[in-house]
């Protein structure tokens, strides 16, 4: 007589084994997706365990692709061999490049490079034939070049150009980075590249690093033309008023950009302008005028890029219909009463819920030094200029030495007014830019909240303005933090 059939049960189950929708839980959570190297390396290490693993965890592994994780001397030559791999590739970092790059031709074959130029002679690259032989006689920009040409679904890219501007040209102009002039050519007319190529790139960020060389305007207009484009995003950049619209006056371009961050710039009014007059439809606009001027590029250019508040003004009323978000910031040179000129017409904006006013610059620089009643009429005459539909309002001053209990009163005062001007108010903050101590392990000072009038919440909080603070950027677009949470997670609206 046989044995009655006994169903055995594995004592160990292995993760191969596992249904396919558990291992993708187990997999995004290490990361979904990958913002740094402490996420990318054991997520790389799990994808090591079995080819199952592996193949599951590729949309997670190249999802991101930050020139600080990867080898650059290997990682085009397995993109080449791997077209897959490519198309997984949906936001491209390029930040803190060292002081010498490795040297793409010393990896690529030369089957490479021709398989290379022929991608760029597909997609309508001018110049495409000369690709290869820039890349053999030229550092490594080609990092950013290369792969912009093979990712094919490429949505975010973000390059800190401290070394493209310094060493590596496209072919003898000196003002341009060879990733530059394929961007340029997605935004001409009828171009497979914009069309096809880039329609998934909707953010793009650039800054100017380290370097003086910097691209030329043209290439910055360009960006304006690319059809998928939503945010764009310019640091540390200088563009006097001849640059950007001497040649392209009679260009007519209804740009779908929608969200403009201009930070820590240094662009003539007249310039920005013109950039707003490019925009069909303009939801967000940042504009924080540098600190710090750049003496050696006024020389260099013979030329000063100035901010003209009644032109800039003229400009965003132009976009009073779209206009939901402005951050505005004041120059080294900015008087209140200029200030005030750029908000007075801010009443006609019926969309605008946000406004950032930034008095940290001229309330430090009045001679004499500001009285307290000085510093509370700037503050009332604002909050006298609000549009009604104003929700959200957001003030960062200068600490100037003053005690808590002033600027609870300040804040108290300026929200009194606020709520008549703007009955839909429900935030004021107050930021009060101070000084950082030499203990970098102090973190910044948050005042409990203060109370609120009428239904408007007050909270006061210090911002420690520092040389290493002003590296990383503004604290709503740090680099590291903030920032890549745009860049990451950004959905662009319908």
């Known amino acids: ?61 190249f999802r991101v692709v930050d020139n600080r994780w990867y080898n650059e001397r290997r990682f085009p030559e397995m993109i080449l061999r791997n077209p897959r791999l490519a198309s997984e590739i949906k936001y491209l970092a390029c930040l803190n490049r060292p002081a010498k790059p490795p ?35 030229y550092s490594l920009t080609d990092f950013v070049a290369v792969l912009l040409l093979l990712t094919p679904n490429l949505e975010c890219l973000d390059v800190s150009d401290d070394i493209e501007f310094g060493d590596t040209y496209w072919g003898n102009d000196s003002d341009a980075a060879m990733w530059m002039p394929i961007l340029e050519d997605a935004g001409c007319d009828q171009s497979s590249l914009g069309i096809r190529h880039f329609q998934h790139l909707h953010t793009i960020r650039i800054a100017r690093g380290s370097s003086r060389l910097e691209p030329k305007a043209e290439s910055i207009l360009s960006l304006f033309k690319l059809r998928s484009l939503r945010t764009l995003i310019l640091e540390k950049r200088y563009l006097t008023p001849a640059e950007l619209i001497q040649d392209h006056e009679e260009d007519s371009i209804e740009s779908s950009v929608e969200n403009l961050y201009l930070l820590d710039c240094q662009i003539d009014s007249s310039t920005v302008a013109y950039m707003l007059s490019l925009i069909k439809a303009l939801r967000v606009f940042v504009h924080e005028w540098a600190r710090i001027m750049w003496p050696s590029r006024i020389a260099d250019l013979g030329t000063d890029a100035r901010m003209d508040h009644s032109t800039l003004t003229t400009a965003l009323l132009a976009q009073k219909d779209s206009l939901e978000y402005l951050s505005i910031h004041s120059g080294s040179e900015t008087r209140g009463d200029e200030m005030h000129a750029t908000l007075c017409d801010l009443g006609e904006m019926h969309k605008l819920h946000f406004l950032e006013v930034g008095l940290e610059n001229f309330a430090a620089k009045m001679k004499p030094p500001a009285s307290d009643t000085t510093l509370l009429n700037q503050g009332i005459g604002i909050a006298e200029l609000l549009p009604r539909c104003l929700r959200k309002l957001h003030i960062s001053i200068k600490h100037l030495g003053r005690n808590d209990g002033f600027w609870t009163t300040y804040l108290a005062a300026v929200t009194a007014h606020c709520k008549v001007k703007a009955p839909a108010l429900t935030e004021v903050k107050l930021f009060l830019v101070h000084r950082k101590p030499e203990d970098e392990t102090v973190r910044p000072k948050t005042f409990p909240l203060v109370g609120s009038i009428k239904g408007a919440t007050m909270s006061i909080e210090y911002l420690f303005n520092s040389r290493h603070q002003l590296d990383k950027g503004r604290r709503y677009l740090s680099k590291e933090v903030e920032f890549r949470t745009l860049m990451y997670d950004f959905v662009p609206p319908s």
């Open 103 to 137: 040297r793409i031709v010393s990896v690529l074959s030369r089957r490479g490079w021709q398989a290379l130029s022929e991608k760029a002679e597909e997609l309508g690259l001018r110049n495409a034939r000369r690709f290869c032989h820039l890349g053999q006689a």
């Open 1 to 61: 007589m046989l044995p009655e059939h006994q169903e055995t049960v594995p004592s160990r189950v292995g993760l191969q084994n596992l249904p396919a929708e558990l291992l993708l839980q187990i997999i995004g959570l290490f990361a979904n997706p990958a913002r740094c190297r402490e996420d990318f390396v054991p997520l790389y290490s799990l994808s090591l365990t079995n080819r199952r693993l592996y193949h599951l965890t590729i949309p997670f592994l």
